[in-house]
């Protein structure tokens, strides 16, 4: 079945500097998503982005899907964005990736 | 905005008892799904739902595992005879009227097994 990676797993940041997070995925997809799931435990829907690029507001998103990655781009990080970020693919039947631990240091 | 509601929020069950745990999708969504979330850990697939059928299940949604859509808005999980390693978070989700549509997830419904 397909396999779906994020890297890096851990990642620390100080207020303010710009993060990019990569899901790679094993195999051709029709769904792909991003989510940022906050201290709560809240699965929050980030983009839907099966392939080109996508905005909102700090946060961008990038699937290059002949190439089974996409990317996701923080900028500006606020301590507000820690949490685990994780992408999600598949059709029918979704994995989801392991997941980037980020905490934003004030 | 539409949301997917889950409930309970929390539920504590004995090992041993059966648990339903109840999902309202958005309202003209057609596909369904259940995930469950370990603690410290990734979410992991269990199930997807559409036109009344299951259309993919995981090595995990085994005999012990049903769902169901009694009416036009309930969508439930049911665990027939619970284990310790049930405990997890368990979301549901939604998405629209084709397979290749953006999921929607409730905010999950913590089970607790004792």
């Known amino acids: 079945g397909i396999q779906v990676e994020q890297s890096p797993p851990d990642l620390i940041l100080q207020e303010g500097a710009n993060s990019t997070l990569r899901c790679n995925f094993s195999d051709s997809v029709n769904n792909l998503q991003w989510f940022h799931q906050n201290p709560w435990g809240q699965l929050i829907n980030l983009f839907y982005i099966p392939s080109g690029t996508k905005q909102n507001g700090r946060l961008s998103a990038t699937t290059v899907a002949t190439e089974r990655y996409s990317l996701l781009y923080i900028s500006s990080s606020q301590t507000t964005d820690s949490g685990v970020y994780f992408c999600?693919?598949?059709?029918?039947?979704?994995?989801f990736g392991t997941g980037t631990r980020l905490k934003v240091l004030a | 905005e539409p949301e997917v509601t889950q409930t309970p929020s929390h539920q504590v069950t004995q090992m041993g008892q059966e648990v339903i745990l109840r999902c309202v999708p958005i309202?003209?969504?057609?596909?369904f799904y259940w995930y469950r979330q370990i603690l410290g850990q990734k979410v992991e697939f269990l199930v997807s739902f559409y036109n009344n059928e299951i259309s993919e299940k995981s090595e995990i949604f085994d005999d012990q595992f049903s769902v169901e859509r009694p009416d036009g808005s309930n969508f439930t999980l049911k665990i027939r005879s619970t284990k310790l390693e049930d405990s997890a978070m368990y979301f549901c989700?939604?998405?629209?009227?084709?397979?290749?549509?953006?999921?929607?997830f409730g905010d999950g419904t913590r089970l607790s097994i004792l």
């Open positions: 999600i693919s598949g059709t029918y039947k979704y994995i």
């Open positions: 309202s003209n969504h057609l596909y």
């Open positions: 989700a939604s998405s629209g009227k084709r397979s290749n549509q953006p999921q929607h």
